[in-house]
């Protein structure tokens, strides 16, 4: 995508203020890149993390890493019609720019991301030391996806669709759908360093 410059002076000016700032076009965000030779503002498709803002004790690359690598249930903060939000536990894989869910098309979750388009999310550990990410994002309803997304998702967590969990799940996969979550604002924290000499709770 570009726009035409003007004048170089105005060119000049521009650059000076937003080269390397982001843009926001139709709900999606851009790099602002100036072509002095054929005198455009382009505007190029950011991906991943680089278009979220991240802040806490990891890069962007740490985050999505840690995202990649946990094979626990996302947890999701979905608001519900009271004005209280609802926290859902779903298994997730991270796409590099998105998390994926799945449910059925009934479900109490799908309705509430139906209606509200925001949420909160965590991935995070419950055995020290804690580390984790947790963070603001858009969330969407995709049905289309949701025989596919099912599929991956049984295959990260049960690693088969042998099980009699795995085949339960298949057999209503006419009626799944996906949820795609975009964060827009994402938090990492680690308590390695000063949790270094806690270890787990022993269980009963």
């Known amino acids: 995508m570009y726009f035409h410059c003007f004048s170089v002076e105005w060119q000049e000016r521009a650059a000076d203020r937003a080269c390397g700032v982001c843009a926001r076009v139709a709900g999606k965000v851009y790099t ?19 278009s979220i803002r991240c802040a806490g ?3 962007a690359e740490e985050v999505s890493r840690h995202l990649e690598s946990s094979v626990i249930p996302l947890r999701l903060g979905a608001m519900a019609p009271s004005g ?16 994926w869910c799945a449910s059925q098309r009934r479900a109490r979750v799908v309705q ?16 020290p030391p804690y580390c984790g990410v947790r963070g603001a994002a858009d969330v969407t309803v ?10 991956h998702l049984i295959a990260r967590y049960l690693q088969s669709e042998e099980s009699a969990l795995a085949r339960w799940l298949l057999e209503r996969v006419e009626t799944e759908v996906a949820l795609r979550i975009t964060p827009v ?20």
């Open 32 to 50: 602002i890149v100036f072509d002095f030779a054929q005198r455009k503002v382009i505007l190029l498709p950011m991906s991943g993390l680089e």
């Open 57 to 59: 004790a990891w890069s």
């Open 84 to 99: 209280y939000p609802l926290v859902f536990s779903l298994w997730y894989f991270w796409d590099g720019r998105s998390l």
């Open 112 to 127: 509430h991301c139906l209606k509200y388009a925001r949420c909160g999310f965590e991935v995070a550990g419950d055995q």
């Open 142 to 151: 995709v049905p289309e996806e949701g025989e596919r997304i099912l599929r």
């Open 185 to 204: 604002r994402i938090y990492s924290w680690n308590y390695e360093a000063r949790m270094k000499d806690v270890t787990a709770s022993p269980t009963d």
